[in-house]
């Protein structure tokens, strides 16, 4: 069994994680890190969130916590089998049942609690994601995810057709990991695809808000442009509100132009390269549940990625826009139709440029009595 030992293993042993691993030893049950923050773990990265693990109950939890005069917060997680501690008045801890998954619909599952830990591990998405690590540094590793994430693979956990109908947002969380773990942008596993390709009509029955927020990690992450083009070749657009014939060369055209001049573009700007008119844009909110300032900068981008230098100076053009804009947000759009435009002189130039101020305001025309 493998053992880590690194400094940012080291920061995640706080006091408080001492003390709450000490009361579970002393109760007689087992506590792990589990899931992504091995994975940071293991790549080298502090994790941004440490969750984990047990084979005690959620019940054997409270009543733990309860002996132990510990704070228990958020209750909503419990039907799930996750209770969050508070220790020292200080840190919270989420702590999780081992479980499985009894019955999935594609969206929720029902659950049944175990103290197996590789059955708790079969039933997550992805072999990177399904490791523990013990207090002691002790990796737990029933599905070779040390060595697919050594090799930077992104592979299900098992059966990938099983692991999909458990919960069809897998798709895209699959190819948010690859996004993060894989060093080339299309070496996939063809089994993988294929099982993408004839699932994806699961996804009708997913929240459009739950697709957008993976979405909108693999748009502002590697590979974006060759993720979204390999997701609408193997069939996902019409199930997350893309048109029946996205413009795919303006998106790839936009991808190319901002990788070369190092221009990070805003998720909904580089999606507006798929999109023709601003129905196609209401129609993707209605599916994805965008805000209301994302759904807009898609809008202007369309309406204004063509419009015309002026032929004094170019900067006039978008100067005029602003002077004319309707909301507090037309700034920032004016700034993404010059980044999706890639007019990185022109954007630094808007960016610069103070905007002439009306010399009557409000206040001046109620003091006049108008």
């Known amino acids: 069994m493998s053992k880590i030992d690194s400094p940012h293993f080291q920061d995640v042993l706080t006091p408080e994680l001492n003390v709450l691993s000490e009361m579970f030893n002393?109760?007689?049950?087992?506590i792990r890190i589990a899931g992504g923050a091995v994975r940071d773990l293991l790549m080298g990265k502090p994790p941004a969130d440490v969750d984990f693990a047990t084979t005690a109950t959620p019940e054997q939890m409270k009543d733990m916590f309860t002996k132990e005069n510990v704070r228990m917060i958020n209750a909503l997680g419990e039907k799930h089998g996750t209770i969050t501690a508070r220790i020292n008045d200080a840190v919270?801890?989420?702590v999780t049942t081992l479980r499985i998954d009894k019955v999935t619909d594609g969206r929720r599952a029902e659950v049944e609690f175990t103290k197996d830990w590789q059955i708790d591990s079969n039933r997550r998405d992805l072999t990177i994601n399904s490791m523990f690590l013990g207090l002691d540094g002790t990796l737990y590793d029933y599905f070779n995810g040390e060595e697919d994430l050594k090799n930077r693979k992104v592979k299900f956990v098992g059966d990938p057709v099983t692991r999909i109908q458990e919960d069809y947002l897998r798709i895209l969380r699959y190819f948010r990991f690859y996004g993060r773990i894989a060093t080339e942008p299309d070496n996939h596993c063809e089994a993988t695809l294929e099982a993408i390709r004839n699932n994806v009509e699961g996804l009708?029955?997913?929240s459009g808000e739950r697709i957008w927020m993976e979405w909108k990690k693999i748009l502002?992450?590697?590979?974006?442009?060759e993720l979204t083009l390999r997701m609408i070749q193997l069939g996902l657009g019409p199930y997350i509100g893309l048109p029946e014939n996205p413009n795919l060369q303006e998106f790839e055209r936009v991808w190319k132009a901002s990788q070369a001049k190092n221009i990070k573009l805003n998720p909904t700007t580089l999606l507006a390269g798929l999109l023709a008119n601003e129905e196609e844009v209401l129609d993707l909110h209605g599916r994805l549940k965008m805000s209301g300032a994302e759904r807009d900068n898609a809008i202007f981008i369309i309406e204004h990625r063509q419009d015309e230098p002026h032929p004094d100076d170019p900067l006039r053009t978008y100067q005029y826009l602003q002077v004319d804009g309707r909301t507090k947000d037309t700034s920032t759009f004016i700034q993404e139709v010059l980044a999706y435009k890639g007019e990185l002189d022109l954007l630094e130039r808007f960016k610069k440029w103070d905007?002439?101020?009306?010399?009557?305001?409000?206040?001046?025309?109620?003091?006049?009595g108008v």
């Open 220 to 225: 502002v992450g590697n590979y974006a442009a």
């Open 204 to 206: 009708k029955v997913i």
């Open 26 to 30: 002393r109760y007689g049950f087992e």
């Open 92 to 94: 919270n801890f989420e």
């Open 355 to 368: 905007p002439p101020r009306f010399p009557v305001t409000g206040h001046h025309l109620t003091e006049a």
